[in-house]
């Protein structure tokens, strides 16, 4: 057989998906990594904020608009975190299938960042997104990012639904994996100094208490008195571990652990993937986070 004719053939006998991949855009690196498992080769995933880049102040260009308006899919976390996300979508006059995966997760409230206390209980409404930092969330984000493909694209349903379960399993063992890791650390060491409060809902997992100096977004600066306060505190509570993020500059942590006398232990990977071995997948960058955390504290 010359070489058109088996091109033809081939093409003749794939399915129609395999010449055409679904189109979907995910807000974010970690977030398309997770819908490219899923999706598998059914999908062409592209994110818009990528790796090693800071999804909270992000701005679309008009190519963002331009993929997302060719997208079947868009793929979002949702809590607050991609607040350029209606804007973008309006602009893309987007009509396809708008999956909000942290969809039924009940977020953790962000901390007070204004430092005043409010008498009668209230607090300003503000979620903390980063839910992927609990791989038990994950495995919903997978649950429900599964459910959006299948919505967009009917024909693949058994096929998004297995890979969601094989990958689910991943998850599960990695959490198992890190409980293990942390177990072995004494309570009273479950301390880390990081960039921005991103890891609450990891802390909330495997019981670690996070300090940061900017809070669940990196839009506001740190004011010099919570710097203040927070320098005093690392010195009083002894921390040892202090990270820099992958998608943050690090002068204002440098400068913090400088001035507490302690010592920057490493990167963490926070709201991105990286370029770097160690952090190109979820599985990759969560395994390397409870390395470097476990081994810190
Ligand atoms: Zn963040």
């Known amino acids: 057989m010359n070489l058109r004719k088996t091109v033809l053939a081939g093409l003749l006998l794939s399915p129609l998906w395999a010449m055409a991949n679904m189109p979907v855009v995910a807000s974010f690196s970690i977030l398309a990594d997770i819908t490219r498992e899923v999706g598998g080769?059914?999908?062409?995933?592209?994110?818009?904020?990528?790796?090693?880049?800071?999804a909270h102040v992000f701005q679309p260009k008009p190519a963002d608009v331009k993929k997302l308006a060719e997208a079947k899919v868009f793929v979002a976390n949702g809590l607050g975190f991609e607040g350029w996300i209606s804007r973008l979508s309006k602009s893309a006059n987007f009509k396809g299938v708008t999956v909000t995966a942290?969809?039924?997760?009940?977020?953790?409230?962000?901390?007070?960042?204004?430092?005043?206390?409010?008498?009668?209980?209230?607090?300003?409404?503000?979620?903390?997104?980063?839910?992927?930092h609990n791989p038990q969330y994950v495995m919903r984000y997978v649950d429900t990012i599964a459910a959006g493909l299948t919505k967009a694209d009917a024909a693949g349903a058994s096929y998004y639904r297995a890979r969601a379960e094989a990958?689910?399993?991943?998850?599960?063992?990695?959490?198992?994996?890190?409980?293990?890791?942390?177990?072995?650390?004494?309570?009273?060491?479950?301390?880390?100094?990081?960039?921005?409060?991103?890891?609450?809902?990891?802390?909330?997992?495997?019981?670690?208490?996070?300090?940061?100096?900017?809070?669940?977004?990196?839009?506001a600066e740190a004011s010099a008195k919570s710097v203040a306060q927070l320098i005093r505190q690392v010195k009083k509570e002894q921390v040892k571990a202090v990270f820099i993020e992958n998608m943050s500059d690090r002068r204002l942590i440098d400068q913090l652990a400088k001035e507490a006398g302690a010592k920057v232990g490493g990167k963490l990977y926070s709201d991105a993937l990286s370029a770097q071995p160690g952090g190109r997948t979820y599985l990759e960058m969560f395994h390397s986070n409870v390395m470097a955390l476990s081994q810190s504290m």
């Not at 080769?41 to 800071?54: I, K, M, P, T, Y």
């Not at 039924?104 to 992927?132: M, V």
């Open 167 to 219: 990958y689910k399993l991943r998850v599960k063992e990695l959490d198992g994996w890190a409980s293990a890791q942390f177990a072995a650390v004494p309570q009273a060491r479950r301390k880390v100094l990081t960039s921005h409060d991103a890891f609450a809902y990891l802390g909330a997992r495997y019981q670690i208490r996070f300090m940061a100096p900017q809070g669940v977004s990196t839009d």
């Open 102 to 132: 942290s969809n039924g997760i009940k977020p953790l409230a962000a901390a007070e960042e204004d430092g005043h206390d409010h008498a009668d209980g209230h607090d300003h409404g503000r979620a903390d997104p980063h839910a992927w």
């Open 41 to 54: 080769e059914r999908v062409s995933v592209v994110s818009l904020v990528g790796a090693d880049q800071d």
